[in-house]
């Protein structure tokens, strides 16, 4: 079996040696690169070709989302962004990072002697090994905002077809997973803050961050973005978003419940569940 190959970006000399530590038990996973700053990343990236790379965002010199915007567009490759903190500037910068390419946000791994270790090292592992498989696309930046090249083709995304459409719809279901908050920025900010219709909507993300999730969606599309409590009533134009470990679903009367459940194809929230 190929193991698949890792960069890890991490400026803390203790924290990468943890991280590697954690990456190389895992006999699904190799190290091919561990480095410390942006820089050397870049420089080491074009003979080492990782699979995926393991990404801290707050960096000395060139932080994690400017390294992000230059790999999708020098050196195209997975980047999982391995935050420490789910509520603060640092989140922010981790979001921005997954909507200039980066494919999915986890939480750094607590130390051994914590009782969520092995839980957390699993967790990031397994996304390393999960996103390694995506085919990113190269990204192309100071040209059209929502443009995209695959290969030497710009591509920029249509616009959302029900603009086109003179049926109003009753509600908007969305779903997304890896990769997804790009392209949920994209298509929230085309269908603008007059949508006639509530949007509900199930993204799969790390539970930890749901909260930051939410706020930084209030910052970067139109919409008013809601993470809505038990038996809320929705309103045209704004955006709700199941919580983490609940589905979400839509009463005959307009109103949401929240509904633990079991999850469905392995996961809950579960688009499919409505």
Known sequence: MKLISVMIVEDSRVVREFLEYIINRDPRLKIVASVGTGEEAMRVLPQTTPDVISLDIR??????????????????????????????????ISMNALRAGALSVVQKPVGLSHSDYDQMAESLCTKLVLMSAVKVIRQRYGTRSDAITIGDEAITPP????????????????????????????????????????????????????????????????????????????????????????????????????????????????GTVY
């Not at 989302?65 to 935050?83: A, C, D, F, N, Q």
């Not at 077809?161 to 890896?178: D, E, H, R, W, Y």
């Not at 134009?237 to 419940?257: D, F, M, N, Q, T």
Request: with cysteine; aromatic share 4%.
């Open 59 to 92: 960096l000395p010199g060139m932080n994690g989302l400017e390294l992000t915007k230059r790999i999708m567009v020098e050196h195209p490759t997975p980047i999982v962004v391995v935050s420490s903190d789910v509520e603060d500037e640092e989140l922010k």
């Open 159 to 270: 616009v959302a077809a029900v603009k086109s459409s003179n049926k109003q719809p009753l509600i908007l279901g969305m779903v997304a997973s890896t990769g997804g908050p790009s392209a949920l920025v994209r298509v929230l900010n085309d269908l603008g803050a007059e949508f006639p219709a509530p949007i509900v909507l199930v993204q799969h993300i790390t539970p930890g961050f749901m909260r930051g999730f939410v706020s930084w969606l209030n910052e970067v599309v139109s919409q008013t973005v809601i993470a809505p409590i038990n038996d809320e009533i929705m309103e045209p134009g704004k955006v709700y978003i199941a919580p983490a470990h609940c589905h979400l679903i839509v009463s005959e009367k307009g109103k949401l419940r929240l509904a633990a459940g079991t999850p469905v194809s392995l996961q809950r929230p579960s």
